[in-house]
């Protein structure tokens, strides 16, 4: 009888060198009615909208089922499912009837509807967006330390460059006396090299003085990359949702004064319900009233202006 060879057991990755990928956010229905309705009576009615349709959608499954049933249970069903479809239109009307501005509702339940799934759809865009900068940011080392490293670098290659120079020590030496300690240098660095490659200490002091200027205008990129910036996803964020708002007529204004009824600023409600539905390591502190969302705005729009006035 052959003996089958044994199954290989498949190679374990080790979890250290795994890709770690973000966080895919997805608000749930309700998630989104609470977000709309601090923000903006007109948005919220868009939701409802939304919720209606859905509704609707459930209540002509409930139909066809209690059609080919015919069963007390399927009809008890489907009087249920119509009731809720009535029930989630009427909310809308009324949402939509109270609402100050009409120009996001005055299409009708099916037009806000969509309204909402795509304000919903550009929303979860810049979240995502925002979650996976956050790790990168995690993952990548702050610009100030990089930076550091990087004129460490830079400045012993230099100081290399600096010791082969004409008026480095060894310049005074006689010329017999230099040409010996050079080919000693050399031989001896050949000695750690295993392919026996040839090695020329004027080539290695060429290559460390590219290095030295390599590093440096590198460390200089990395000061400027705001990748490096651990505010700088958040900021993005805000900018993003900013830019949501406007494009759909709503308000984006930050401040960190209280309207005259001690309310927060519509913005900053609807901002401060996005980031609780955020994974507690990706939320920043707004402030009792906004003004840490209010002074990251104005970094942001800085930064905006100052892009492009490069380009």
């Known amino acids: 009888m052959t003996k089958r060879p044994a199954k290989r057991e498949p190679k374990r990755r080790n979890d250290a060198f795994r890709p770690h990928r973000p966080p895919v956010w997805t608000a749930s229905e309700a998630d989104w009615l609470k977000i709309a309705a601090a923000y903006d009576?007109?948005?919220?009615?868009?939701?409802?909208?939304?919720?209606?349709v859905a509704a609707e959608e459930a209540a002509k499954v409930a139909e066809e089922a209690a059609t080919?049933?015919?069963?007390?249970?399927?009809?008890?069903?489907?009087t249920r499912a119509r009731q809720d479809a009535k029930r989630a239109a009427l909310k809308f009307s009324d949402a939509a009837k109270s609402s100050p501005k009409k120009h996001l509702v005055d299409g009708g339940l099916k037009r806000a509807a969509e309204t909402a799934t795509k304000f919903r759809e550009k929303v979860s865009l810049a979240v995502n967006a925002y979650l996976a900068q956050a790790q990168r940011e995690r993952e990548a080392s702050h610009a100030s330390a990089a930076r550091d490293w990087l004129m460490e670098l830079s400045?012993?290659?230099?100081?290399?460059?600096?010791?082969?120079?004409?008026?480095?020590?060894?310049?005074r030496l006689?010329?017999?006396?230099?040409?010996?300690?050079?080919?000693e240098v050399e031989s001896r660095m050949r000695s750690l090299v295993q392919d026996g490659a040839q090695f020329r200490?004027?080539?290695?002091?060429?290559?460390t003085r590219r290095l030295a200027w390599a590093?440096?205008?590198?460390?200089?990129?990395?000061?400027?990359?705001?990748?490096?910036?651990?505010?700088?996803?958040?900021?993005?964020?805000?900018?993003?949702?900013?830019?949501?708002?406007?494009?759909?007529?709503?308000?984006?204004?930050?401040?960190?004064?209280?309207?005259?009824?001690?309310?927060?600023?519509?913005?900053?409600r609807f901002f401060r319900a996005i980031?609780?539905?955020?994974?507690a390591e990706e939320r920043h502190s707004l402030g009792g009233?906004?003004?840490?969302?209010?002074?990251?705005?104005?970094?942001?729009?800085?930064?905006?202006?100052?892009?492009?006035?490069?380009?």
């Open 41 to 52: 009576p007109q948005l919220h009615a868009c939701f409802l909208a939304l919720a209606a």
């Open 68 to 78: 080919k049933a015919k069963s007390g249970d399927a009809l008890e069903k489907r």
């Open 155 to 171: 400045d012993a290659a230099r100081s290399v460059v600096a010791a082969y120079a004409p008026e480095a020590a060894i310049a």
């Open 174 to 183: 006689p010329h017999d006396a230099k040409l010996e300690l050079r080919l």
């Open 201 to 207: 200490l004027v080539e290695f002091v060429e290559t």
């Open 215 to 268: 590093a440096s205008a590198t460390a200089r990129e990395v000061a400027g990359d705001g990748m490096l910036d651990p505010k700088t996803g958040w900021e993005a964020l805000i900018r993003r949702l900013a830019d949501v708002a406007r494009a759909y007529r709503l308000p984006d204004g930050i401040s960190s004064e209280l309207s005259a009824d001690g309310s927060e600023p519509p913005f900053v």
């Open 275 to 279: 980031q609780e539905t955020l994974p």
């Open 289 to 311: 009233d906004g003004g840490a969302l209010a002074k990251a705005a104005q970094r942001a729009k800085a930064a905006r202006r100052s892009v492009k006035k490069n380009k």
